[in-house]
């Protein structure tokens, strides 16, 4: 019996302290974790409904250094970037939508990656980082 609660408690812990990243657009919202396979993680969209609203996403449990920073990109089906996410004061990350309304289609998918990369531009060029998928992104 103690095994099993160990074994329990263990993985609450573990996924518990995970990265978290929580996607939103509007009134629909997303959260995944780096740690997992996300490749079934997709947020649907209405074209109708993009206007002036944001694509945000919430960082919890970032686990990069002081000296290092993330960003976050949106790509196209080609894994070509769109546009870069803008940091906000309070640590999450945006798109305004209305810029990325002329170079989405409907029916297309989306996807957004995550890279983490040292601050000082020299030890950046040394490193080599895979991105990681956070989630889909489907306009309809």
């Known amino acids: 019996m103690k095994l099993i609660f160990s074994v329990w408690f263990a993985a609450f812990f573990i996924q518990a302290s995970a990265q978290e990243f929580s996607v939103s657009a509007g009134k629909k919202s997303l959260v995944v974790f780096a740690d997992d396979d996300n490749t079934n993680k997709a947020l649907e969209i209405k074209s109708e409904t993009i206007g002036d609203s944001l694509l945000t996403i919430f960082v919890n449990n970032d686990e990069i250094g002081e000296d290092w920073k993330r960003n976050f990109s949106i790509c196209d089906s080609s894994g070509n970037i769109l546009q870069d996410f ?53 306009i309809r």
């Open 86 to 138: 803008l940091q906000a004061q309070d640590g999450s990350y945006y798109i305004k939508m209305s810029g990325l309304k002329t170079v989405w289609n409907p029916d297309s998918k989306y996807f957004i990656y995550t890279i983490a990369l040292p601050k000082d531009p020299q030890k950046a060029m040394l490193v080599k980082v895979a991105r990681i998928l956070v989630c889909k992104i489907k």
